[in-house]
Protein backbone atom coordinates (compact mmCIF):
# COMPACT_ATOMS: atom_id res chain seq x y z
CA UNK A 1 0.00 0.00 0.00
CA UNK A 2 1.40 3.40 -0.53
CA UNK A 3 0.39 6.27 1.76
CA UNK A 4 1.78 9.90 1.04
CA UNK A 5 3.15 12.13 3.44
CA UNK A 6 2.30 15.85 3.11
CA UNK A 7 3.43 19.03 5.98
CA UNK A 8 1.49 22.00 6.27
CA UNK A 9 4.46 24.28 4.99
CA UNK A 10 3.39 27.12 7.96
CA UNK A 11 3.10 24.56 11.20
CA UNK A 12 4.80 21.04 12.00
CA UNK A 13 1.66 19.44 11.31
CA UNK A 14 1.25 16.62 9.41
CA UNK A 15 -0.71 14.25 7.18
CA UNK A 16 -0.96 10.76 5.67
CA UNK A 17 -3.60 10.04 3.14
CA UNK A 18 -4.19 7.74 0.23
CA UNK A 19 -4.62 10.16 -2.76
CA UNK A 20 -1.70 11.11 -4.48
CA UNK A 21 -3.07 14.44 -4.74
CA UNK A 22 -3.58 15.13 -0.85
CA UNK A 23 -6.70 17.39 -2.05
CA UNK A 24 -9.02 15.08 0.52
CA UNK A 25 -6.32 16.33 3.46
CA UNK A 26 -8.73 19.08 5.36
CA UNK A 27 -7.51 22.23 6.19
CA UNK A 28 -6.32 22.64 9.83
CA UNK A 29 -5.73 26.84 9.88
CA UNK A 30 -6.98 29.04 7.13
CA UNK A 31 -3.09 28.97 6.20
CA UNK A 32 -2.98 25.91 5.73
CA UNK A 33 -0.76 24.81 2.20
CA UNK A 34 -0.09 21.27 2.41
CA UNK A 35 3.26 19.99 0.43
CA UNK A 36 4.08 16.95 -0.78
CA UNK A 37 6.98 15.42 1.35
CA UNK A 38 7.37 11.27 0.51
CA UNK A 39 5.39 8.12 -0.44
CA UNK A 40 5.65 5.62 1.86
CA UNK A 41 5.34 2.07 0.45
CA UNK A 42 4.20 -0.07 3.36
CA UNK A 43 4.99 -3.15 1.89
CA UNK A 44 8.76 -2.92 2.30
CA UNK A 45 9.17 -1.43 5.67
CA UNK A 46 6.13 -0.56 7.71
CA UNK A 47 6.76 3.36 9.19
CA UNK A 48 6.67 2.90 12.84
CA UNK A 49 5.55 -0.05 15.39
CA UNK A 50 3.05 -2.08 14.12
CA UNK A 51 0.57 -1.88 16.65
CA UNK A 52 0.46 1.90 15.94
CA UNK A 53 0.83 1.10 12.54
CA UNK A 54 -2.55 -0.60 12.40
CA UNK A 55 -4.05 2.56 14.15
CA UNK A 56 -3.26 4.32 11.39
CA UNK A 57 -4.56 2.46 8.52
CA UNK A 58 -7.67 1.48 10.02
CA UNK A 59 -8.29 5.88 9.96
CA UNK A 60 -6.62 5.90 6.38
CA UNK A 61 -9.48 3.58 5.65
CA UNK A 62 -12.54 5.19 7.12
CA UNK A 63 -11.40 8.98 6.71
CA UNK A 64 -8.65 8.49 3.88
CA UNK A 65 -6.14 11.00 5.85
CA UNK A 66 -4.61 11.21 9.45
CA UNK A 67 -3.23 14.35 10.56
CA UNK A 68 -0.56 14.48 13.09
CA UNK A 69 1.56 17.32 14.93
CA UNK A 70 5.29 16.10 15.18
CA UNK A 71 8.16 18.20 16.63
CA UNK A 72 10.34 18.25 13.58
CA UNK A 73 12.78 20.25 14.96
CA UNK A 74 14.26 17.39 16.61
CA UNK A 75 14.30 14.91 13.80
CA UNK A 76 14.46 12.36 16.39
CA UNK A 77 10.66 12.17 16.52
CA UNK A 78 9.84 11.12 12.94
CA UNK A 79 9.80 7.83 12.14
CA UNK A 80 13.29 6.23 10.59
CA UNK A 81 13.15 6.39 7.00
CA UNK A 82 10.49 9.20 6.45
CA UNK A 83 12.10 12.52 4.34
CA UNK A 84 13.17 15.24 7.04
CA UNK A 85 12.68 18.94 6.54
CA UNK A 86 16.18 21.25 5.96
CA UNK A 87 17.21 22.57 8.85
Given at each position: ????????????????????????????????????????????????????????????????????????????????????RPQ
Amino acid sequence: MLIYLFRDEGTDNLALTIDVTGTNIPSVTPSTDWIFVEVIDTLRSPPWDIADFQCVLRRLRVDGFYLFEAEVNDLKNLPTGWARRPQ
